[in-house]
């Protein structure tokens, strides 16, 4: 299948475009290279390009004979998203917008969008099922519920086959360790971690230690990239069949900072400080994943739920690309 990645030179588009590729595959990356990086892409064809021009897209999808589009080009920093909504609103919502409608233009149905469990804000119950309560507490989560209900809108008029597949917390080196986690800024738990294993930071903080959990930090719930990518494509797949998908993507299990913090220690073999600091503002105790709902419909199980596995991988990885990737 012709399948268009746009923001594939980001950290999960390129992995999905490699694991698209190994599976045989015809995968196009679409990216406007502003977070992503050229190097990520490897071999696979790369158009440079915004989702805001219609035209470029219109072209792409006809052109290039796109049979399906996946779509990982969201800007996902939350706090950034508090700061400057109407770029969140600018980019998530209207830029996918763009694409939709590029897409009923040209006649391609097949949709597959990354989506967030932020849809849901402060959960009301744990595990997190997705027929629990969406709602989001910033612009990032609501402007990717926007989409969501854009998307559903437009297949029940008969003009999207769509799933929204709602990731937890991603983590990890994909394609044998060869594709890692490249922030600029980085913000992520894991990859903050090694950089101050590495000695490339002064200290890693710790946002409260008196949480009603076992250790007293928050709970967070990981997921390999490599088995998330492989929900993707079963996900692809079930769309021959199938107008509207939703599913939780998430290991099912939790670990807590302090866990995080001890097994980058065990797997890195370095120690660095760790300043325990001030709750923050809306950092629920506990964010955990119940994704029976993906197992039961498209057969997926993770292949790699033990953090030590997710932290071993990105920990490779960061120690061959130091300074990230090279362009």
């Known amino acids: 299948m012709r399948v268009l990645i746009c923001g594939g030179a980001g950290y999960i588009g390129s992995n999905m475009t490699a694991l698209l590729a190994a599976e045989g595959h015809g995968p196009v990356v679409f990216d406007n290279l502003s977070t992503g990086h050229r190097a990520a892409v490897r071999q696979a064809e790369l158009i440079e390009g915004d989702l805001g021009?219609?035209?470029?897209?219109?072209?792409?999808?006809?052109?290039?004979?796109?049979?399906?589009?996946?779509?990982?080009?969201a800007s996902i920093e939350v706090g950034e998203s508090v700061k400057a909504p109407l770029k969140y609103y600018r980019n998530n919502l209207c830029n996918t917008q763009n694409l939709?409608?590029?897409m009923e233009a040209a006649g391609v149905e097949k949709f597959v969008f990354s989506s967030t469990a932020a849809v849901y804000g402060i959960p009301r119950q744990i595990p997190i099922t997705?027929?629990?309560p969406k709602e989001p507490i910033n612009p990032y989560g609501q402007t990717k519920l926007a989409v969501e209900r854009m998307c559903h809108y437009q297949s029940r008029a008969g003009k999207l086959r769509y799933a929204s597949l709602r990731y937890f917390n991603t983590c990890g080196a994909g394609s044998g360790a060869r594709l890692g986690e490249d922030h600029r800024p980085e913000s992520h738990l894991i990859p903050l971690t090694i950089q101050a294993a590495m000695g490339k930071r002064s200290e890693i903080r710790i946002y409260g230690t008196d949480y009603d959990t076992p250790d007293g930090t928050c709970i967070r719930d990981y997921i390999h990239i490599d088995d998330l990518c492989r929900a993707h494509l079963?996900?692809?797949?079930?769309?021959?069949?199938s107008g509207e998908l939703v599913y939780n993507l998430g290991n099912?299990?939790?670990y807590s900072v302090r866990e995080v913090v001890e097994t980058v220690r065990k797997v890195s073999g370095k120690d660095f400080r760790v300043v325990e600091a001030q709750r923050r503002e809306g950092d629920p105790p506990v964010l955990t994943s119940e994704a029976a709902k993906a197992r039961r419909e498209l057969g997926w199980e993770t292949e790699k739920p033990e953090l030590e596995e997710m932290v071993a991988s990105a920990w490779q990885w960061n120690n061959e690309h130091p300074d990230g990737y090279s362009d």
């Open 252 to 254: 099912g299990r939790g």
């Open 100 to 102: 939709l409608a590029a």
């Open 53 to 73: 021009d219609y035209d470029l897209l219109i072209n792409t999808l006809r052109d290039c004979e796109i049979e399906a589009v996946m779509h990982f080009a």
């Open 234 to 241: 079963l996900t692809l797949n079930k769309l021959a069949t």
């Open 130 to 132: 997705e027929d629990c």
